[in-house]
């Protein structure tokens, strides 16, 4: 199961009922934060500062939806780009229900898996694989990125084998900019695309799509 979201709020009343039937007290999370930009973070110190368990702002933010489903600190790893290595971050994640890939740049994502020999683990992983923002959008075997202040043009990424047969437009704002992208993402590569915003989710369990709250089905423009 794969699970795109566009922010860190599937806690909320509009997911809740949802998700409670399948994030479960005793599942163990594994949290990758590898969509980081290298201005963020620089080094092993500032990594443990902004992720540490105990007052790391980052951590907590990515933990407090988990709360909601009981999911206590003690169940959940993370894969630290600066002190882990491949054998561990394999480790943590083999022994994980739940992969969870964070938002920022879902290209540096895909480079550090790939440094880290982590992709085809990962594509293997036969448990619940989530994400927002940049996770989502790499969980995608085929995507693009939108012009925006970060990424000065349209560009084509490959992303996990994952998802297949569509894209996903997050942080939807029906904008020209995000319009055209996806217009031209459709028309090159024969897929469809759905947009998030806040309160979103898109599960895909095998061959089934559920969209809920706000994610949608991009129809055009007409």
Not at 34 to 48: T, Y
């Amino acid at each position: 199961m794969n699970i795109l979201l566009d922010k860190l709020d599937f806690h909320q009343p509009w997911a809740y009922e949802t998700f409670k039937n399948i994030i479960k007290p005793d599942h163990k999370v594994c949290i990758i934060p590898f969509a980081f930009h290298e201005d963020w973070i620089k080094d092993a110190e500032q990594w443990e500062s902004l992720y540490n368990k105990h007052s790391g702002g980052e951590y907590l933010r990515m933990i407090t939806p988990f709360y909601a489903y009981r999911i206590s600190d003690d169940n959940v790893t993370l894969i630290n780009y600066f002190t882990d290595n491949s054998h561990s971050a394999k480790e943590k994640i083999n022994e994980s229900n739940i992969i969870f890939f964070t938002g920022g740049f879902p290209e540096k994502t895909m480079r550090r898996l790939k440094e880290f020999d982590l992709i085809e683990t990962l594509e293997n992983h036969p448990g619940i694989k989530m994400g927002w923002s940049a996770g989502t959008m790499m969980q995608c075997e085929d995507y693009y990125i939108s012009p925006d202040d970060d990424y000065p043009e349209f560009v084509y990424e490959k992303g996990l084998s994952y998802v297949k047969d569509f894209a996903v437009e997050v942080h939807y704002k029906n904008t020209e900019s995000q319009n055209k992208s996806i217009e031209r993402y459709m028309a090159e590569k024969g897929k469809r695309v759905y947009t998030t915003e806040p309160e979103s989710a898109i599960i895909v369990n095998g061959n089934e799509v559920a969209l809920l709250g706000n994610a949608k089905l991009y129809k055009g423009l007409s």
